[in-house]
Nanobody, 117 residues
Framework: QVQLVESGGGLVQAGGSLKLSCEAS????????MAWFRQAPGKEREFVAS??????SATVTDSLKGRFSIARAKDTVYLQMNSLKPEDTGVYYC????????????WGQGTQVTVSS
């Protein structure tokens, strides 16, 4: 198991930027990949970005490329969000995919991002 704690959310005006952090602890050596998901009010949770820790290779969902980026430093993963839009509002969750599991089964508590118009 790995524990995940997100931070960095808040209220920002459209066009602004935020940088989210996700600090992992516990059995981090068993982590294959970490990712960010988000859930807007009334909508399903959706994938935002991921980074494979061994290869340090990153993926950002197509609709957010150019505005969002993911990076990591040791056991912390970051989500840089630029040119934010009101539709980026939601709860952002960090997740970990560990070796031997079938997917992202370790989740943080989420951090709220609100973009005002």
């Amino acid at each position: 198991q790995v524990q995940l704690v997100e931070s960095g959310g808040g209220l920002v005006q459209a066009g602004g930027s935020l940088k989210l952090s996700c600090e992992a602890s516990g059995r981090t050596f068993q982590t294959y990949s970490m990712a960010w998901f988000r859930q807007a009010p009334g909508k399903e949770r959706e994938f935002v970005a991921s980074i494979a820790l061994s290869a340090n290779s990153a993926t950002v969902t197509d609709s957010l490329k150019g505005r969002f980026s993911i990076a990591r430093a040791k056991d912390t993963v970051y989500l840089q969000m630029n040119s934010l839009k009101p539709e980026d509002t939601g709860v952002y969750y960090c997740a970990a995919f560990q070796y031997g599991s079938s997917g992202y089964d370790n989740w943080g508590q989420g951090t709220q991002v609100t973009v005002s118009s």
